[in-house]
Nanobody
Framework: QVQLVESGGGLVQPGGSLRLSCVAS????????MNWYRQAAGKERDLVAS????????NYADSVKGRFTISRDNAKNTVYLQMNDLKPEDTAVYYC??????????WGQGTQVTVSS
């Protein structure tokens, strides 16, 4: 049974930091590129960051470049999203995604991040 379980969300003040984690099970984690998406209330789900299978290549949405860092530990079946200098517009539900093909496309349940003073 495939599972992606996110954690680490919460309420943080502007300028603060959070680290999200996503633990995977039920598939060969090391063979899947991993992604973090987010969905703000009333908006579409957007790609935030991606990382290749070995963690060599990463990509970021322009809105988070220089502030967010995606990383992975294949020995722990875990992908991370370090978020620094958080802004109110970063408020959203953050989702972990593993995608290797159209049919090999798995999602976590999401974790809420709220940036507010």
């Amino acid at each position: 049974q495939v599972q992606l379980v996110e954690s680490g969300g919460g309420l943080v003040q502007p300028g603060g930091s959070l680290r999200l984690s996503c633990v995977a099970s039920g598939f060969t984690f090391s063979s899947y590129p991993m992604n973090w998406y987010r969905q703000a209330a009333g908006k579409e789900r957007d790609l935030v960051a991606s990382i290749s299978t070995a963690g060599v290549r990463t990509n970021y949405a322009d809105s988070v470049k220089g502030r967010f860092t995606i990383s992975r530990d294949n020995a722990k079946n875990t992908v991370y999203l370090q978020m620094n200098d958080l802004k109110p517009e970063d408020t959203a539900v953050y989702y972990c995604n593993a995608r290797r093909s159209r049919t090999q496309d798995y999602w976590g349940q999401g974790t809420q991040v709220t940036v507010s003073s």
